[in-house]
């Protein structure tokens, strides 16, 4: 099969910008698209796409590449598995050999979808788990969106199921659904868990029974396609809403999500039963900059909260938080009192510093303002920062200037580091850059560049393999922009996607710019050649090499 053929077709039926869209919320700036980084946390939005040229580009981290690249990153597989998705999504065919890993890896994520078509089937066969459902006022049109199901209390249905589908055992075990041939799942009514394409990943399951010696709720273990402080539960559902609305709502349960979805309120996720994890908060962060959550108001309730504001104002939510009462959830206010309800304690939201005056009763006010500086100098948005300092100014009356004083002084002691960015590499010197952009964007001038450049006299290792792809595709005299690009690795897809997304060259200067380039390669060359003859005593070679660099000095 020509891979390059296959790329050229996906890239032609699959609009990039079309693509990204799904996964963060892109805006239109002149001939280009920009949102903040998927890959990295930053204020200023430095991701560009460019429909034209099909690709991609982040100037703050340095990733970039095309389709195939962003879906390898995003989704953390290999080119083969990005290349299937992408491939099955344009309708080409594509015969997808996996690697062994790969393979098993396939066969989970095949188990599970099997697993969930097995526990929808169960459901639709108990009253008594279909009463339970609608005891908890889940309607049947929310069962099958959230694809709601059952698992009895046998202890190997879903085993026996699964092998009478021909799987293996040992890929059975590795799923995790499955224990010495005892189901782990049993008496639960099940929800299941999809990553952000739509894929069941994990399952949820709530006890149906009393029996007071179980946890109420379990999650399936961790697995080859399932981390639990990595993903959310609903955000595959909530995703496009949150895009709409702006921002994202967290509450803490499955069924608060599953009732919030119910009453219209459907850009809402929760964490996998534990406080949500900067892992989580990222995901997020690619959709919105936006949080509100929402807790119970008891004591846990208050202590996940606390908990979830650190990780928060470390990624750069600006955040809002809803406190319900005691024993109340966003489930029990919908299913008690409908969607006003919910509506007006949404409408009564907090900010950070209203929460952490109100939750610290027993403490002095010294105290509040203490803990509430020392989560403030997380905080990275300068401006948001300022804003909740003048709160906190105005609802402590202490003085604007001691409190910028302490969180300057708790600044300072946290030590907190500058954020790196993801891909390191050497820097590579701008001629070396412009001979490369020029050869891109005028490939006629290839062969001029070609008869008088040394590639081996480049800078940057990296800059260095570009050219000797860039050589061989103008020696088979057939340079396409696509062709060439689907030869580089995904470094070098890096580098080119940052040299296409700069601004265009001046066509009147290009001539004056390649003979400066070469020139000044040429220089650097000499530059190393002379340091050599000068640390061997080479007084003869070194005068001549003087002499060499004198001259193109003058002509440059």
């Given at each position: 099969m020509?891979l ?36 990295h946390?930053?204020?200023t939005p ?14 703050g ?19 083969q598995?990005?290349?299937?998705i992408l ?5 080409v065919?594509?015969n997808?050999?996996p690697?062994?890993?790969?393979a ?27 009463n ?71 399952f ?11 946890p109420?709720?379990i ?48 850009n ?30 008891d004591?846990?309730?208050i202590?996940?909260a ?5 990780p ?23 299913q ?6 919910l ?12 929460f ?11 105290e ?5 500086l020392?989560v ?9 920062r ?6 906190l100014?105005e ?19 946290m ?17 070396d ?5 020029i050869?891109?964007?005028y ?14 006299q ?27 690009f ?6 070098e ?13 001046d ?16 220089v ?12 061997s005593?080479d007084e ?11 001259m ?5």
């Open positions: 020509d390059n053929k296959l790329l050229e077709e996906i890239k032609e039926r699959i609009d990039i910008v079309d693509f990204i869209s799904e996964y963060i919320d892109l805006k239109k700036t002149g001939q280009n698209y920009r949102a903040p980084c998927p890959f946390s930053e204020r430095s991701f560009f796409v460019s429909p034209s040229k099909k690709i991609f580009h982040c100037f981290c340095g990733k970039g590449g095309d389709i195939v690249t962003f879906l390898m990153e995003y989704e953390s597989i290999d080119f598995e990005a290349l299937s491939a099955k999504r344009a309708g065919e594509f997808y050999s690697k062994k890993s790969t098993s890896k396939e066969k989970i994520y095949e188990i599970y979808k099997w697993a969930n078509i097995f526990y929808q089937k169960n459901l639709n066969k108990s009253e008594r788990a279909k339970y459902l609608s005891n908890r006022g889940i309607n049947n049109e929310t069962i099958k969106l959230f694809q709601i199901g059952f698992a009895k209390a046998d202890k190997d249905g879903l085993y026996n199921f699964l092998k009478s589908k021909n799987f293996d055992e040992s890929l059975i075990k590795l799923s995790g659904l499955v224990n010495r041939d005892f189901d782990f799942f049993r008496d639960r009514i099940i929800i299941p868990i999809h990553d952000i394409t739509g894929r069941v990943i994990g949820g399951g709530r006890l149906l029974g009393s029996d007071g010696e179980l109420k709720y999650n399936s273990p961790d697995t080859v396609i399932f981390k639990k402080g990595e993903n959310l539960f609903g955000l595959w559902l909530a995703k496009k809403h949150i895009k709409e609305k702006g921002y994202v709502t967290v509450v803490e349960g499955y069924i608060d999500v599953i009732l919030c979805h119910q009453y219209g309120f459907k809402t996720v929760a964490p996998l039963g534990t406080a949500v994890t900067e892992e989580q908060l990222r995901r997020l962060k690619r959709l919105t900059n936006k949080l509100l959550f929402i807790f119970d108001g004591e846990a309730g202590g996940a606390q908990r979830s504001l650190l928060a104002f470390k990624i750069g939510f600006i955040v809002k938080i809803v406190l319900l009462s005691k024993k109340d959830d966003p489930a029990s206010v919908l008690r009192e409908g969607e006003k309800a509506k007006k304690h949404i409408s009564q939201a907090m900010s950070p510093v209203e952490f005056i109100k939750i610290n009763k027993s403490k002095s006010l010294t509040k303002v203490h803990s509430f020392n403030l100098a997380i905080l990275k948005d300068s401006i948001y300022d804003e909740l300092l003048k709160e100014c609802k402590t009356e202490i003085s604007e200037v001691t409190l910028r004083e302490q969180l300057k002084q708790i600044v300072s002691n030590k907190i580091q500058k954020e790196k960015g993801d891909l390191k590499r050497d820097e590579f010197l701008k001629e850059e412009i001979l490369l952009r050869s891109i964007f490939p006629e001038k290839m062969q001029y560049i070609f008869r008088h450049l040394d590639i081996e480049l800078n940057n290792n990296l800059i260095k393999k570009i050219f000797h792809k860039l050589r061989q595709i103008y020696e088979e005299k057939s340079f396409v922009l696509d062709k060439f689907n030869m580089l690795d995904e470094n897809k890096s580098v080119v996607s940052k040299l296409i997304m700069k601004s265009e060259i066509e009147a200067s290009i001539d004056q710019n390649i003979n400066d380039c070469i020139k000044r390669i040429v650097r060359s000499i530059d190393k050649k002379i340091k050599e003859a000068a640390n005593g003869k070679n070194l005068y001549e090499l003087i002499n060499q660099k004198k193109l000095i003058k002509e440059l």
